[in-house]
Every structure is written in structure tokens, then in C-alpha cells.
């Protein structure tokens, strides 16, 4: 009877930009890569994608695959075009005859024209095949102007580069538990002032009705000065706590999910970088404690740092009987 | 009578760069795409314009016709300098005969050389006529850098692709009314730390002299963590709020404006944006309320947000009578 | 005598970066243009010399001069190159006889190979000069990847495109006086947050000696959200003020420097933005306020910000008789 | 006795990034140029390694030294597919008869198309030829592409072009004596809002077992408008700091190491910039006060910086007898 009263005494948020007991969710609200597990619709495709953001975050091979097929797709376009237009005026080359060997030929010079290598080997001569190769060059230019801006747009965007742990543990802490997550930044980056915050989203039955209530954990601590080793975000449960009245089976049914954003300032990038993640309730381990992942090395002259170690743990119980 | 006191009791700001008691302003004071509704004048154009703000902000149609103009226009140009410096010192070629076969040979020659294509069929010879191809591929390589950087800047140029619903309603709210408005994201971007600002623009008729006053309104929620699905912004109309003592009439009267900010972070461009809009009078719709624009997909497993719904409202009555 | 106590009294600050009573400045601290007034010594130039700091701030006149000359400079240095190592293996051509000749047609082979047009009418044969032109036509590419960041850095470098009143006038305010200056944005840029800062500089007499004292000047209003039309910086003369107790000749006779510095968020940037100005005693008018610079359009639809009128103010008495 | 129980109330701080009681560092912790004195391990080299962090901070000539060499590389690699798909099908050229100048004419060819030169003296000829070539000049502009970014990017990185003294000594102050280490930019850069934080490091025996303990040093001063001259950091030795309590034997025990960040904001690149360094406890000089660095230029209308007298002090004796 308390514990409901304590549940309900406690003060959900509702500025996560998930709306106010948004009890239509579905799934999960937050994928483990930090995207939100939504999606859009109502207005055309194009205009509700980010052209740009999504060559900027498309797997490496998708987007190399993609610049190949523009290259082709160009190169086949402008074949058509002159061939259509006289392939006679593509002077030199190899005397082609056949059909097939004529287009090849328009396709090359295409594509040496678009890639502005021309070696004149095929040159353009009369005015129509002149004048396309003429736009052709300038559009080769431009395209390869976004793919060279997009290709060092994906090298340098500012990213956090943090590894979490996989599992969140519910580990011993002063005289009662703590919900424990652990962090490293996994590159040769080097982040300071960084900041932490973790988010509790349950799904809760109100009069027959689902509803999504959002609670702020608040962390031992929050802020660092330079993330350099592992940093262990530990929440404390105390009564304050959202998830102090929870037993471990109705964390499943409210489908818990804790979603954990990191923002830092990056020294290389000189810029703020922020990564996102979220765990559900099936990667929650109780009664545990992370391993340390770090040591001297057999010098004694520096630390390593073994990231392989992120998510090690072992068991341990609780002094009295918990039900985190 | 009191109504007037509170009226004058309310404190207007001075802080919104409109100056105060700017009474000259001409019509509307901001843009419904966030522009402020102003010429500048009294130096030079070329002065008062950043071309690279210009360009960077310019309709794409624009843009393009822009570049393929200019390219045109140096191609035009440096054609007229190798036909009056001697046409004849381009060898190679279809050994044109005419005025007109021989322009165009220097123009196209031209543009071989601006986009550094230079297939050689057609190549420079003497002194004079090499050291103008030399510049000119020089100047083709600076033209392209300029080009290639204000594509890319296009591309990329953070922004917040908010979309802010057409209409500002008044609603129903706790035992009162409230403005609200509403905002989403429209594209596959991510916004965290978001925050809302809205000011009141007034024309007030002062001793027969209109003067414009500005009020900054108070929203109940004025920052939110991440803005994964829309936001509505909600101005409760208390007595407090300067909304309070105007009746529909009145606000029409004083040609009420409602600026609203938007300031966030966005993942991906790892940098802040900002998006700003403005509601005039006959914008707002007096006794409705939002509907809710998202809904769980068929399967359950995401949740899906219909941003053509972004202005969807249904009319609702007061349970008293107000003007708002 | 109590003038003197309240100059003493008046808390000077040692947080500009100027170090404390550094009395051995020479001339003003600041320059107009908000560099400081500064230069440095005791390490090479080339370590105390940002060479992209340099090139990105240089006139653009002299950055296209530069351009221009490190073109030139490489061919000729490659000309000599190609010349020494054979200028025979530059088959084709005019068939150049003599040592001028052959020389240009080495100059204009390199010229073509550093912006890889590449005509190949003029083609390198043999290992050796095929060799060189290999790495030319590479120093080419990287050394145009920087002429063509630089070119883009230049243009789009986030700037306030601030302009300030050339006067800082001393007017008649509330029941006294203040010092007034005026700044508004000159481009179509479009700055929100705005922050003012403003630090008064004396070279004050003390045992003999000359020290610089820094006091800061409250601003009546510090922060606009929106600077869209001017802004008149307000700093109220009270006896807080260390204004206060100067006369006319004592500002004069001290020195008195107005450092005032801007720092903003320019929405078409996305980026923090910051300009920075001084005024020394001899730009202050005293008995001065400033006009109008903005009226609504003949069609009453929009504002008119007149650039021209930064400086329009007209002489007033003050009530009393006061010396600034 | 009180000493020790002085030593024990200080509060340690744990929000340094270094873990709690991380007794089993090795060496220094940070480097004197900032850098983590740490390695990571336990994910493959290639996954825990930013290439863009490693070639935009590796020395200027290694950066060379690798673009040259992965020029070469692709040359190489494409003259093999060439020469093994026919080098006959690449027409014109010297007629070159041996293996090695076969070799050597599909190596420059390949250089011809990879930096899309393209003479067209030696041109591709038949389908599997032109193809290949068609592949590398794409492979080309997309390799150059990465290339001009990372050279701009090695360009015009914000950094702060901080000097801090090599020294960091311990002067008398006020009635006592305090810690103090100077800093100044060495290039023509101008910081604004300019913030340090300093924080102890000391490597103490508990039970017998190593642990290092953090303890933030407060600082006189901790934030400047702008940093103009240099900065004389001053941490005042009060009961309240933690080196209060240490002898000049001990200090050296515990192999004391103070870390200093300075954050700032710079005008030219309008970003935040940082800069970190590490004093161990043998760069401390007991005694001594640093010397003024700037002077009146000889006609006195500017100030000079002397930035070869950063680490210039005089010895002093101090008033009682101090173990610092």
C-alpha cells in the first residue's frame, strides 16, 4: 500500500520530448545505438530525410557502394546522350564498329570527362558533343565536390567514441544497492568536461490503459573533469529513487528501459560530442560488481586500459534478501 | 478600468533587439521563416551583403543556375580573350573556318582548360595564348574551390528542421486557457537540450502614436532533453501573462505577433541550431486543442509519428465564456 | 578630497588579460579593429606566427597576390626542373629552338601539370621527367587543397559583421548622465543571444609611476535575445560608476580607453560569433544623444535600417553643469 | 599529528576521469603535452585507433612522408593490374620494349589517372583497360579527396598555441606563499573568456598499498576576458590547500603532479580551444618570483611580449623558514 503511495508520490518528468503519457509507443523507445525507435510519416519521403545525414551515417561499404553506382549511373547516362547525339563526334579512339563498342567508347569518354582526366586519346568535336562534354565536366565537378565534402564529412565528424557496457549491473553500494553502468572512450580521444545523465522509462498499466512515465536517476555523480580511464555511472537507490519499489519481476512487465546520454567536449575535434544509449530490462544483472579494467604496465611507466574488460563483473549477494 | 492598470502594470522588455518604443516599424516585424521583416540601407550594397550568406541560403534552382551562369560567363569570357589574342594559336581541332566555328572552338577550348578536363585535342601554343590557359586553369581551379565549399556548405550547413504547426491555438487548460503551439522534427535528425523562447509583439496605440511593445511569454515547459516526438509549447494565460487582458478583437487591433525560438543540439551535426518562426493574429484559433500525431505501428515494435497531422486540432468550447 | 577617496575605492580589475598595474604598455591597449595593440618577440616568427591565421585574415587583394605568386614561384621552379633535367623528354609542341622558348614551354608543361589540365600536347617521356611530373602533379593537388580550404576558409570564417558608431557620446539619462555607443549588424546576418561587455582602461599617475587600471562598465542592459535592428549600449554614469569623478581633461590626461566586446550566436553560421572594438578619449562627445537610424517603408510594410546613421546625433544641453 | 589529520579531512575529488583510488597507475599520469600517459588494449588496433585523430596530430613530415607513400602505393598497385591485363592496351608512349620500362610506363600512366593529369600521350585502349583506368581515376578523386580535407583540417585546427612556463614555482604571497606557473599564446591567436582549473595528483602509501588521490586546486584567479599578455596562475598555499600539509621531501614521495586546462574561446577560428600540460613534482622551484615579460616598445606606441622570459624568475628567500 505504501509502495504504490511511494509510486505515485514520485514525480515523473515529462520534458523528454517523448510527450506526456504517450502510452502508444511501441517497443522500445530508444534503440541501443542511441536512435530513437521511431519512425515518420505524413510527408514525402524526400523532404522528411536528411539527404545528408543519412550518406553521413550509412555504413562505410553502403556509401562507397553508393558513390560507384552514382559514378556508373552518370557515366551511363551521358554514354546514352552521346551516342544518341552521334558517337561519330567522339573523334580518335579505337575505330570502333559494333554497337557495343561504340557505347563503350561514349561510356569511357564519359567517364574521363567526368572525372576531368581526359586524356584527349577521345576528344569531343562539333558543337552538340562539345557542349555536353562541357556540362558533363562541370557536373562532374560538382558531384565530386559533395562526395569529397561528404567523404570527409563522415572521417571528421565529432564523435564521442565511448564504449558502455553492455549489461547494467545492480551491485552493492554503502549500506544498500546502486545501479551501475560503465563507460570508456575506446579511440585515442580524449574528452573533458563531461557530463552525464540517465533517464528511467517505464511502462505502466493505468486503469487498463498503458502509459510511458519517464523519471529522472539521479547519478553519485555527473560530471568529470576528463574522462581518461572508465567511468562508472553509479545510480544509488534510496527511497528517492524511481526504482526503489520495483521487484525484479515487475521491472519485466513495465518493461523497463534506462536511457543513458553522454556529452563531453572532444580536445581533437575541439568540439562537443554526445553519444546516447539505452538498456532494457533484459540487460539488467543483479547482484554484481564490475571488475577493475585497468592496470600498470610490466614497466611501471604507464596505464593500460583493457577494453575487452568493459563489461566484466562478478556476482556477489546482498547482504539481505533484495529484489532490485 | 483595472483591466488597463494591469495592462500597464505588466513590464514590456526592452531586450529584443526591435529597440524600444520602436513605434516606425513597418507590418509584421518577423517572417513566418524566421527573417526579420527589414531592408538595410545607407552603404553599398556589396557591403551590407555577405555573398557567402547569400549563396549559402539561396533556393537550390537558384544556386545552380548561379554557378552554371557563371561558368558560362568566365567560359564567354576567356573565349572573347583567345579569339582577340588569336585564335589560331589553339591547334588541333576540327580546323574550323567560320567566325562562329572558331568562337566556339575557344569557348569550348575554354572550358577544357576552367575544369582542367584539357583533353589536348585542342592545346595551346605560343607564348601568349599558353600563358592565358595558365591562368585561366588557375583561376578554374579557385572558381571550383569557391564552389565546391558553398555545395558542401549547403549540404551541410547545420539546421534544426523544425517543423512548427501553422496555426497557434487557444486551449482549454487546468482551469483556465493556454496558447499552445506545436513543433516536430521533420527530418531523421536528433535534437537534444532543446529550448523554447516566445516573445509578444504589440502595437499599442500610445497618446495616437503606435508604439510596438514586446513581452516575453511564459511557458510551462520551456526545455526539454531530447525531442523525439512533437512538442507542444504551452503559454498558460494567467493573470500574469499579458495575453490575459486582450479580447480577440483587441488582439487583431494591435496586430498581436507571437516570436518563437527554437535552440537545440543536434547529434549529428554535433553542433547547435536554431530555427525561428512568428504567428501574426489571424494565425491563432481561439477554443481548440491539439490532437495527438503519433501512434504505435501495427506490429507494436516502433512508433510512428504522422507529421502531417502536425495542425491537427479539434474545436472545443470554454467551459465559461472568454475572449481570448 | 572625497573625489579622490572614491577613486580609490572604486574596485579596479586585474581579469583582462593585461596582468595587473602593467603599467609599461605603450600607446592604446586595443586597436580600433579589436586586435590589441601588441607584438611579440623572443621566439622565431615562424613559431609566433599562425600562418593560417595570417592568410585567412590578410586583405584579399594581398591573398590572391599571394596565390598568384606561389603559382607562379612552383612552375618556375619546376620549369627549371625540367629544364635541367632535359628539356628534350617534353615531347611535342612548337618545336621551341631556343633557350627562351624551351624554357616557357617548360614553364607552361608545369603550369599545366600542377592544375592537372594536362592538355598532353606538351607530354613527359623518359623515367626521370616523368618521375618529376608525377610528384608535381601530386604537390599540385595538395597544394591546391589548401589553396581551396583556405579560399573557402576565408569566405566563410563565422564573423559578427558588426558596425559600430566611429562615437561614443556622453548623454543626457534619467536624472544624469551616460555613456552611450551604438552597434548594429550590417549584412544580412541575423545574431541572437547577444552579449555586451565593456572595460574602461586609465593610465593613472600613482608615486610618479604610470599604471593601467581596468574597471568594468555596467551596462544597463547586457543581453538581447535578438539583435535585429541597432543597439544602443547604455552605461548609466552613477557614483558607482568610476566615471563618475572624471573631469573632461582628467579622461584625456588618463588615456581613457573603452574596450567593448560582442559575442553572439549568428543563426546562418550556427556558430558563436565575436567582435570586439575600442574607443579612445579622443572619439567621445560630450552633451550629445543619438538620432533615430531606422524608419517603416514608404508602403508601411516593412523597416528600414539606415547603415549611414550609425554616427547621427545631435549636440543637448545638460541640465546642470556637467563635465564628463 | 594535526598534520596528518589536515591531510585526512581534505576532500579528495573523484571526478577526474582516473577512477577512484586508481592505485595501480604507472608513471605520470598526464604528459607535459597533455596527453593521457595511458595505453588501451583488448579490441583489435584498428577498432580503438581514430585514423583522423592520428593523422591530423602526427608530425607535419611523417604526414608527408605517408601521403607520399600511399600515392605511391596505389601507383604501384595499379601499374601491376595493368601491366597483368595487358600493357599493350595502353597506346602511344615511347615503345617501350623491356619489362622495366613496360613497367615503368603503366606506373606513370597510373599517376597520370590517379591525379587526373591525364596527357592522353599514353592513353587506355579496349574495354578492361579503359575500365580499370575509369576505376582509378574514381579511386583518385576520392583518395585526393581525403587528402585535402585532412591537410586543411592539419591547417586549421582550433588550437590554443598555449606556452605555459616549463617551471612552476613557489613564490611568496600576500602574508604566505602560493604556487604559481605562467602562460601566454605564441601566436598572433586572441582567447577571450578565458578559464583555467588546476588539480593535484598525489601518489600516497595507504596500508602499504599505492593509491593516487585528486585534490582541486583553487585558483586566485580562474577566469580572464582576454588573454592578451600572459597569465601568472596563482593557486594561494592556505590551510585549505592541499599542499599546505607537504614537505619539499615529501612532495617529491608522493610524486606529486599538478595538471592545468585552459579553455578558452578563439576569435580567428570562433571555437572553444583547449590546452592541458602535467608538472611533475621535479619541474617545481622553491622560492623564487617570475620577472615581468613585456616592455614599452622604444617609441611607446605599442606593447612587446618577450616570450623567451615565460619561464624567467629571480630566486627569493622567503620571510619564515618554508618547506614547500
Not at 567511468?231 to 544509488?236: A, G, P, R
Amino acid at each position: 500500500m505504501s509502495v504504490s503511495n511511494h509510486k505515485q508520490r514520485l514525480r515523473d518528468i515529462e520534458n523528454t520530448g517523448f510527450g506526456p503519457n504517450s502510452g502508444v509507443e511501441g517497443g522500445r523507445l530508444v534503440n541501443p545505438d542511441g536512435s530513437n525507435n521511431l519512425k515518420k510519416r505524413g510527408i514525402p519521403v524526400w523532404e522528411r530525410t536528411s539527404v545528408y545525414h543519412t550518406l553521413l551515417r550509412m555504413k562505410r561499404s553502403h556509401f562507397f557502394f553508393f558513390v560507384f553506382f552514382l559514378y556508373t549511373s552518370i557515366n551511363l547516362f551521358f554514354a546514352i546522350v552521346y551516342f544518341l547525339t552521334g558517337v561519330e563526334h567522339l573523334v580518335g579512339g579505337d575505330g570502333a564498329t559494333t554497337f557495343f563498342t561504340k557505347f563503350m567508347e561514349a561510356f569511357f569518354f564519359s567517364s574521363q570527362t567526368l572525372t576531368t582526366v581526359g586524356y584527349g586519346r577521345v576528344a569531343p568535336s562539333g558543337m552538340l558533343t562539345n557542349s555536353i562534354a562541357s556540362v558533363e565536366s562541370l557536373i562532374g565537378i560538382l558531384v565530386f565536390a559533395v562526395m569529397t565534402g561528404l567523404i570527409y564529412g563522415r572521417f571528421s565528424r565529432p564523435r564521442a567514441y565511448l564504449l558502455f557496457s553492455p549489461s547494467v549491473i545492480i551491485a552493492p553500494f554503502k549500506d544498500g544497492k546502486a545501479l551501475m553502468l560503465r563507460v570508456a572512450t575506446y579511440k585515442n580521444n580524449h574528452l573533458t568536461d563531461v557530463e552525464a545523465s540517465a533517464t528511467l522509462a517505464l511502462h505502466i498499466k493505468e486503469n487498463g490503459k498503458t502509459v510511458t512515465k519517464f523519471y529522472p536517476l539521479h547519478l553519485e555523480l555527473s560530471k568529470i573533469q576528463s574522462l581518461a580511464l572508465s567511468w562508472t555511472l553509479v545510480h544509488h537507490i534510496t527511497e528517492e529513487s524511481p526504482l526503489f519499489h520495483y521487484t525484479k519481476k515487475e521491472v519485466a512487465e513495465t518493461q523497463m528501459e534506462v536511457i543513458v546520454t553522454i556529452k563531453a567536449f572532444d580536445d581533437h575535434f575541439s568540439n562537443i560530442v554526445q553519444q546516447r544509449t539505452s538498456y532494457s530490462y533484459n540487460q539488467v544483472v543483479y547482484g554484481a560488481k564490475f571488475l577493475p579494467m585497468f592496470e600498470r604496465s610490466a614497466d611501471g611507466s604507464h596505464t593500460i586500459m583493457e577494453l575487452d574488460k568493459i563489461n566484466a563483473y562478478e556476482l556477489v549477494k546482498f547482504p539481505e534478501a533484495v529484489n532490485a
